[in-house]
């Protein structure tokens, strides 16, 4: 079995015995199993980086075998410069969403890490498959286990909100199947990536392949005005489940315009771009403006998410090497920064119960190490330098700049905003005196929630202090993508 392989299957092996063997009475057995399967999940990718050969586009670790013969649907993986580092940030997100979710977890608990471990798995498939139909498969499969997260441990809403959750993405994902069928048999039975990259398509089949994969990855990552979705599923996710969807399954969205839009449909991607940037900037600056009236700690990241995956889809629509590059360091850091944010909403959910920001106040008073953690991450959030938040969005910048005076002076603004809503929302719950007895009945983080947010904040640091490994790794997939594009004619 390859590497890509272990990393896919590891995870989901490990959940499927959890759900088989797993019961309430021997929970402590069960997390510590979870555990295991999480590190272990975690240990396998770590090879793909080591092995991974720099300056080259081509795929690496490369795994085919045939899967539906008669169709010529291959179990085709590999990973490129881009897709490597979504295969590493699953599995350590995971890792650290296990620990998170030691205690808060009382009932099934075989089912909730079970999931979150097939969940994993999924995900992975999706970043590393190079057949369309094999990720199709993943790209829906992962709702199933992500809807029962929702929808059985979520808040007092969770049935509406997992409905809504999964039908926005299954609508979505149906013109995209059409899109692959068409591929199909424009492409003379294949469903391998490469192949359809190579495709000589009309100005209208792209035209209409474009908008069929941006029904799918609009909704995914989500844009503006598909957006309205994520806040309430938010509000009602276990705090694992926030933290997942937000630091990966938004990136599923994201990764597709890379790895389908762009390349099947440059001329397209080229046609609409404005529209994609004019998507984008009211994201950032409009969505940035809803965050700073939301009384909810969850809803408020929540918002702000889609005002940071604004930035991504920016920068990929750009066109140069900056915004592309720029756009997926945004992907990476954001999983960072945005998994951190939401975790530290769940310590004190755990604590208080409550993510209204007026039942907080003065936090700092009783929980003097956890307001370090958390001041941290809400600068990564607002975008100061030195964390992993500052990196992409100054890059995205400095590509809109490069394209568009104009276009990048609106990209700047949002950092405005960022640290508005973020330092708002932090003065109020972290700073000021003691405000209500809940407040003053705090006790500081313990030694599993320590691990946690250390974690994170090595992750948000180190990127942010040093973040060449990361574009070393993606320079040339990205040149070559943008090479790619640049180089394709209508016919």
């Keep these: 079995m390859g590497l890509l392989s272990l990393a896919i299957w590891t995870p989901i092996v490990f959940g499927v015995v959890l759900l088989a063997l797993g019961r309430d009475d021997q929970a402590r057995t069960v997390r510590w199993i979870a555990l295991i399967g999480a590190i272990v999940s975690f240990l396998v990718t770590l090879p793909l980086y080591g092995g991974f050969k720099l300056g080259t586009a081509a795929m690496q670790f490369v795994e085919k075998a045939p899967w539906i013969e008669r169709f010529n649907v291959n179990y085709h993986l590999g990973v490129d410069g881009i897709s490597i580092w979504f295969v590493l940030l699953t599995a350590f997100i995971n890792v650290v969403v296990i620990i998170a979710s030691w205690e808060s977890i009382t009932r099934r608990v075989n089912q909730y890490m079970g999931a979150f471990l097939i969940l994993s798995g999924l995900m992975i498939g999706v970043f590393c498959a190079l057949d369309g139909m094999l990720f199709y498969v993943f790209f829906e499969a992962t709702l199933v286990p992500m809807y029962l997260i929702i929808g059985i441990w979520g808040g007092p809403n969770k049935i509406y909100a997992a409905f809504k959750f999964f039908l926005y993405t299954l609508l979505g994902s149906l013109l995209m199947l059409i899109a692959l069928i068409f591929l199909y048999t424009k492409s003379g039975g294949s469903f391998d990536l490469a192949t359809w990259h190579q495709l000589p398509l009309s100005g209208t089949a792209q035209t209409m392949l474009f908008f069929a994969f941006l029904s799918a990855f609009a909704v995914k990552v989500p844009m503006w005005p598909v957006h309205t979705w994520l806040p309430d599923v938010h509000v009602e996710a276990p705090t694992g489940g926030s933290a997942v969807l937000a630091a990966i399954m938004?990136?599923?969205?994201?990764?597709?315009?890379?790895?389908?839009?762009?390349?099947?449909?440059?001329?397209?991607?080229?046609?609409?771009?404005?529209?994609?940037?004019?998507?984008s900037l009211i994201a950032v600056v409009y969505v940035g403006l809803v965050a700073l009236v939301q009384k909810d700690m969850k809803k408020l990241v929540a918002y702000s998410s889609v005002a940071h995956m604004g930035f991504v889809t920016l920068g990929f629509f750009i066109f140069n090497d900056l915004g592309v590059s720029g756009g997926v360091v945004q992907m990476i850091a954001h999983g960072f920064v945005s998994a951190a944010m939401f975790l530290s909403i769940g310590v004190l959910y755990d604590r208080v119960h409550s993510r209204e920001i007026a039942s907080y106040g003065g936090v700092v008073n009783k929980m003097p190490k956890f307001t370090a953690f958390a001041l941290l991450f809400a600068m990564a959030n607002c975008g100061l330098p030195g964390t992993a938040g500052f990196v992409g969005e100054w890059m995205v910048i400095l590509g809109a700049v490069k394209a568009n005076f104009w276009l990048g002076f609106g990209a700047a603004s949002a950092l405005i905003f960022g640290a508005a809503y973020t330092l708002w929302m932090f003065k109020r719950v972290y700073l000021g005196?003691?405000?209500?007895?809940?407040?003053?009945?705090?006790?500081?983080?313990?030694?599993?929630?320590?691990?946690?947010?250390?974690?994170?904040?090595?992750?948000?640091?180190?990127?942010?202090v040093y973040p060449k490994p990361f574009t070393d790794v993606m320079d040339a997939s990205v040149m070559e993508l943008l090479k790619h594009v640049a180089l394709s004619k209508l016919i």
Excluded: C, Q
């Excluded at 007895?437 to 180190?462: G, P, Q, W």
């Design 250 to 279: 938004l990136k599923l969205g994201a990764y597709g315009f890379l790895r389908f839009s762009l390349p099947i449909a440059p001329d397209a991607a080229r046609e609409w771009a404005w529209l994609m940037i004019a998507l």
């Design 433 to 464: 005196p003691v405000t209500n007895d809940h407040v003053k009945a705090l006790k500081d983080i313990n030694s599993r929630e320590f691990l946690m947010l250390t974690l994170l904040a090595i992750a948000v640091l180190y990127m942010g």
